[in-house]
């Protein structure tokens, strides 16, 4: 008796233990990501992004065009800032951060019109008073599933999962620095987990998603300096009010929207980089989602990282190959500190995509590829081949390029 209680009593001393080695492995989690984001809040409070250096005279390459109430013209198809390629990194700019003057030189800079990549935003903003919107199509195919280290295994017979999303991404710049912007959109699934349980067929309304971007840095065509952007998505609950029918986990396919957890509300942070290198393009995003509590369900927050590289292979027809990489990842806690109590309490995913691009007309811009699954763990190895087009409209104006 007195050795079995002893054993039930380290027992007990070894759950306490590892509970509490989880409680400290995400408290660390949060604090790591509330660092992280007090670090960018620091960095752009105080790395002077809302003061123009002190040199930030407008020249008069400034002056032309870029005076109050003037039109700022984009570059001609495949015409270069003077200097060509960007002048050393240590060479700091003579611009304003995001003034009349730096966005005089970005317009004249090399920045052909183009489809731009699938699923990595661009940080700069649609111009004032321009409107575009870019049509998706996403299929999601489970052709595997990744275990809890990462290794690949083949799906159960009576295992599928099949998904497609239709997005509709419309932006309209309120300056030439603002935009806002909403995402409608649908979504598909046909889903069986077991033989007779957990069986998902239906297509309807998915979250509703809207927000706000603020261009903070105009990209400086003559040095390093690229294009920063930040802001924030909400996440409307459509697809629970309407009733529609969720996969496991309440995901959808990766799209160019911000990825959040199905039917409960969530806020996405979005930080945005781009700089334009003749004949490169490079792209990266981060993004952030933190779910509100929705009844007795408490999902983990998800991260998001999203690099890109576009070679414009000709400019006048926006014709071009982009390569990205794609990293998923569902957190095992939330800022909020509340306990997860719904769906995988950590997963990650990573994918790579070849995508090809070419302007229809010149308001209508065509890009089609298919992301590779890469690495992952606690969730499916999924093919996504996809397509859009991107209409712009600039009032019988010849579009200028974001």
Do not use: C
């Given at each position: 008796m007195a050795l079995a209680g002893e054993r039930?009593?380290?027992?007990?001393?070894?759950?306490?233990?590892?509970?509490?080695?989880?409680?400290?492995?995400?408290?660390?989690?949060?604090?790591?990501?509330?660092?992280?984001?007090?670090?960018?809040?620091?960095?752009?409070?105080?790395?002077?992004?809302?003061?123009?250096?002190?040199?930030?005279?407008?020249?008069?390459?400034?002056?032309?065009?870029?005076?109050?109430?003037?039109?700022?013209?984009?570059?001609?198809p495949g015409q270069a800032a003077a200097g060509g390629a960007p002048a050393s990194p240590a060479a700091s700019s003579s611009l304003s951060w995001n003034?009349?003057?730096?966005?005089?030189?970005?317009?004249?800079?090399?920045?052909?019109?183009?489809?731009?990549?699938?699923?990595?935003?661009?940080?700069?903003?649609?111009?004032?008073?321009?409107?575009?919107?870019?049509?998706?199509?996403?299929?999601?195919?489970?052709?595997?599933?990744?275990?809890?280290?990462?290794?690949?295994?083949?799906?159960?017979?009576?295992?599928?999962?099949?998904?497609?999303?239709?997005?509709?991404?419309?932006?309209?710049?309120?300056?030439?620095?603002?935009?806002?912007?909403?995402?409608?959109?649908?979504?598909?699934?046909?889903?069986?987990?077991?033989?007779?349980?957990?069986?998902?067929?239906?297509?309807?309304?998915?979250?509703?998603?809207?927000?706000?971007?603020?261009?903070?840095?105009?990209?400086?065509?003559?040095?390093?300096?690229?294009?920063?952007?930040?802001?924030?998505a909400l996440t409307i609950p459509t697809a629970s009010w309407s009733g529609t029918e969720l996969p496991r986990g309440a995901l959808a396919p990766i799209s160019i929207i911000p990825e959040a957890r199905g039917g409960s509300p969530a806020i996405n942070y979005l930080f945005q980089l781009r700089k334009n290198i003749q004949p490169l393009e490079y792209y990266a995003d981060f993004y952030y989602a933190y779910g509100f509590p929705n009844g007795s369900l408490k999902f983990g927050d998800i991260m998001q990282e999203r690099l890109a590289v576009e070679y414009v292979l000709d400019d006048a027809r926006g014709q071009g190959l982009i390569f990205e990489f794609i990293g998923l990842n569902g957190l095992p806690f939330s800022m909020d500190g509340l306990p997860v109590t719904a769906g995988q309490r950590h997963f990650n995913l990573f994918g790579f995509q070849p995508s090809y691009e070419i302007n229809l007309t010149p308001n209508l811009i065509f890009s089609a590829g298919v992301l590779l699954p890469v690495a992952g763990s606690n969730e499916f190895a999924s093919l996504t081949p996809n397509v859009s087009l991107w209409w712009y409209w600039n009032r019988g104006q010849a579009v200028v390029p974001r």
């Open positions: 039930a009593r380290r027992r007990r001393g070894r759950e306490v233990e590892t509970t509490k080695n989880q409680m400290t492995t995400h408290t660390y989690g949060r604090r790591a990501i509330f660092s992280i984001l007090a670090g960018i809040l620091v960095w752009l409070l105080f790395g002077g992004f809302a003061v123009a250096p002190a040199n930030a005279q407008q020249g008069p390459s400034a002056a032309s065009g870029a005076g109050s109430g003037a039109k700022l013209e984009p570059n001609a003034g009349p003057d730096a966005i005089s030189a970005y317009r004249r800079s090399w920045n052909p019109l183009t489809a731009g990549p699938s699923f990595t935003a661009r940080a700069d903003t649609v111009p004032a008073g321009e409107y575009n919107g870019r049509f998706f199509s996403y299929g999601d195919f489970a052709v595997a599933g990744y275990g809890p280290n990462g290794g690949l295994s083949a799906l159960p017979a009576s295992v599928h999962q099949n998904q497609t999303l239709l997005v509709g991404v419309f932006a309209y710049g309120l300056t030439d620095n603002f935009q806002v912007f909403a995402a409608p959109n649908l979504i598909g699934s046909f889903t069986r987990l077991k033989q007779t349980t957990n069986v998902v067929n239906g297509f309807g309304f998915n979250d509703f998603e809207m927000g706000a971007k603020y261009r903070l840095i105009v990209q400086d065509p003559e040095t390093m300096r690229p294009t920063v952007s930040a802001g924030f």
